[in-house]
């Protein structure tokens, strides 16, 4: 597609139920990359993917997080058990190359998880 | 590691008055540095960017950048404000050590007035 895709835009879980956000990148991009944007906060890198492969999930908070990208190109970031302090906005962004200096990231418009 | 501090979480400017952004940088390596801007309900979108080569930066929508080694800074200009200018901008920094990983600054939120 022409942009980075994210879906749902709004998803609203209450707390204890598992959640799965997925990011569908520009065609042919390599790497993929999720942040996790609380509110008045800047994105916080939370993983990152190189085709099929996670090379970096340094930035998960925590064993309920967890995030696949099968086939190298649609990733899902799934929460399980959700909490209120993972309510945030969480983007995703691709890349052509594998590029070592975050040249020409893409990112989607996010989804905006609201735990209750 | 690395990290950004941006100076002033709100800017409020008058419509054609210079806009200024403040950034500065840590970082133990040569840096790359970046300044995204974000409107309302939607993604990050690149201003402009620095990798070693001109120290003076040109975006996009009349912005630039200029990097200061001796000051640690990456400070956002733009001569001019427009109405259209107001929204969310962050500073983000990586390295040639790291795969690409952003850190990004808290923001700072430009408000544009008649």
């Known amino acids: 597609g022409a942009g980075v895709s994210q879906s749902p835009r709004y998803k609203v879980a209450k707390r204890g139920q598992d959640v799965a956000l997925r990011c569908d990148p520009i065609?042919?991009?390599?790497?993929l990359f999720w942040y996790q944007q609380a509110l008045g906060q800047g994105p916080e890198f939370l993983t990152y993917?190189?085709?099929?492969?996670?090379?970096?999930k340094s930035g998960l908070p925590s064993d309920r997080f967890f995030a696949e990208r099968p086939e190298g190109s649609v990733s899902t970031l799934k929460i399980q058990r959700t909490q209120q302090e993972d309510s945030a906005v969480y983007l995703c962004?691709?890349?052509?190359?594998?590029?070592?200096?975050?040249?020409?990231?893409?990112f989607g418009s996010g989804t905006r998880l609201t735990v209750v | 590691a690395q990290s950004v501090t941006q100076l002033g979480s709100h800017v409020s400017v008058s419509e054609g008055a210079l806009v200024l952004l403040r950034c500065n940088y840590s970082?133990?390596?040569?840096?790359?540095l970046f300044w995204y801007v974000q409107y309302p309900n939607q993604g990050l979108q690149l201003l402009l960017k620095?990798?070693?080569?001109?120290?003076l930066v040109k975006g996009i929508n009349g912005f630039e950048a200029e990097f200061k080694k001796s000051e640690t800074s990456f400070h956002l200009t733009k001569p001019s404000a427009h109405m259209s200018d107001a929204a969310e901008y962050f500073c983000?920094?990586?390295?040639?050590?790291?795969?690409?990983?952003?850190?990004f600054g808290t923001g700072t939120r430009l408000q544009v007035t008649l």
């Open positions: 962004a691709s890349s052509l190359s594998r590029v070592k200096d975050g040249n020409g990231y893409t």
């Open positions: 065609s042919g991009h390599v790497s």
């Open positions: 993917f190189q085709n099929e492969a996670q090379l970096d």
């Open positions: 970082s133990s390596v040569p840096p790359y």
């Open positions: 620095y990798t070693s080569a001109a120290t």
């Open positions: 983000a920094v990586t390295n040639t050590g790291t795969a690409s990983k952003l850190t």
